[in-house]
Structures are given as C-alpha cells and as structure tokens.
C-alpha cells in the first residue's frame, strides 16, 4: 500500500460551523484541529447549536479568519467583525455551556451586535459563540475523505456531487475507493493522525454549498453499500484525530503514508 503516491489533494476549513467552507494550499494543525476551523458557532438563545440541518441558508456565510478574530459576511446580514476574545481576560459572565450534539463546551458569548447579526443570518432569535476550552466539530478534530470513493459514489448518482457536499478537512489522492475504510493511520511528514471511525453522514448532504439549498441528496444511493449497522447510519470519510505532530504545516501534495 504504501507504494503507492498517496497525497494530500486538498486541505480545507470551516471557521464558523456549517459556513461556508475556505480552501487552503497549507494548513496548520494545531492541538484541536486545522487552524481556524469550526472556532466559531451559531447557537439558540438557549445554547443549542445550529447547523445547516435546520438553517440551510448558514451554507451562504462567509468568514474571513484571521489572528486576531473574523469578518463575517453574509446577503441577508451583511458584513460583521468579530475580535477573538481572550479567555483569561473574559468576564465571568460572558462565559457559557454551549451544546453540540450530546457535548457541552465552555464557550465565550460575543454580545448584542453578533447576535442581531445571527438572527438575521437564521431569520430567528440566535447568537455567536468563540471557542473556549475546546472548538465545534461534531466529534472530531478532523475528517479525511478520498477523491476516489467521491468518483466511485459519483458513477453511481444521476448527477455529480462535488466534495464540498461532505465537508472534508483533509481530501486524499491515488488510493482505492473505499480503501480509507481498512485505514488505522496517516503519516504526513512529522505528523500523525489516527483514523478512529467512519463518518456516518446526514442531511446535510443535500445542500448546495452555493447556493443554501436543498439538491440531490446522495443518501439513498450511499444507502444501498454504504450502510454502516453498528453505527447505525451511511458513512462517507473517516474521523481523525491528532497524535501528534500539533503546530506541523501540511500542505496539499505532501506525500501520505498509511497502516491499516
């Protein structure tokens, strides 16, 4: 296996979740992630999250991530800066738990004007939360798909779908299709990731990331090989997380070892 020229195809990250995704040439990783992605979180007044699977229209926000915070822009909201707070000097009362999924994190809220934006992005009561003890990802710090399986699902729909639909970090070339299943870890130069599960995959696969609105869905075909029994779902990508190598460069054509 690894004979083969496996690379990195693509790097990619998504500042606010379930915004719009940023393409990058190199990327660094730190300890919870690609740098300056999922740092960033719409949620309800009560804390919830809220993603694409409900509020179609966050696949048209644009940031612009940068040191020392981030611009959002969106058509319906406008433009907003936002400065990146600094958790040891935040007031007691700007902090609060925040949900994703089942997970509750320790996030910073960032006041009235960010979330009047919000609410005009989602078209109801909603706020914006930074990353505190942790960043927003589903579960994991990172998801890796290949260009191969994409091409292998793609034969197999009326229509092709483009990566952006699965909302990759790291995009792989020159494996097999579904090989990344048989995957147990990649080595990037100094850097190693370890695959720990497959990605089950939901609604969100339906939306165009240009658009904001709902398309082919790649489900029902994913359905018919891709179901996963023990996870209970239909799976695309693996989930990765970092063993080490925080603070390392990647870039897309590094080469890519594998054990699986």
């Given at each position: 296996m690894n004979a083969r020229a496996l690379r990195i195809h693509s790097l990619h990250i998504y500042p606010v979740k379930s915004g719009r995704v940023i393409d990058l040439d190199e990327a660094r990783l730190g300890p919870r992630g690609l740098q300056y992605d999922r740092e960033w979180l719409f949620v309800t007044p009560e804390g919830r999250f809220i993603t694409q699977r409900s509020h179609p229209v966050l696949a048209r926000l644009t940031a612009e991530p940068d040191d020392l915070g981030v611009t959002l822009v969106h058509p319906d909201a406008g433009r907003l800066r936002l400065e990146r707070p600094a958790p040891m000097t935040t007031a007691p009362?700007?902090?609060?738990?925040?949900?994703?999924?089942?997970?509750?994190?320790?996030?910073?809220?960032?006041?009235?004007?960010?979330?009047?934006?919000?609410?005009?992005?989602?078209?109801?009561?909603?706020?914006?939360?930074?990353?505190?003890?942790d960043n927003f990802p589903d579960g994991y710090p990172?998801?890796?798909?290949?260009?191969?399986?994409?091409?292998?699902?793609?034969?197999?729909?009326?229509?092709?779908?483009?990566?952006?639909?699965?909302?990759?970090?790291?995009v792989l070339d020159g494996t097999d299709a579904w090989e990344e299943d048989r995957f147990k870890e990649l080595r990037i130069n100094d850097v190693r990731l370890k695959l720990v599960k497959a990605c089950t995959r939901c609604s969100m696969t339906a939306i165009d990331q240009q658009?904001?609105?709902?398309?082919?869905?790649?489900?029902?075909?994913?359905?018919?090989?891709?179901?996963?029994?023990?996870?209970?779902g239909v799976t695309f990508g693996q989930n990765a997380r970092i063993e080490s190598g925080a603070g390392s460069l990647l870039r897309v054509g590094d080469a890519v070892q594998i054990s699986g």
């Open positions: 009362e700007d902090w609060r738990k925040v949900t994703v999924w089942k997970r509750e994190i320790e996030a910073i809220d960032l006041g009235r004007e960010a979330a009047r934006f919000a609410s005009a992005v989602v078209g109801e009561p909603a706020r914006i939360v930074a990353a505190g003890s990172l998801l890796v798909c290949t260009r191969a399986s994409l091409e292998d699902l793609n034969r197999k729909l009326p229509s092709a779908l483009p990566m952006s639909r699965f909302r990759p970090n790291i658009s904001g609105c709902k398309a082919l869905s790649p489900l029902p075909v994913l359905q018919e090989f891709r179901f996963d029994a023990a996870l209970r």
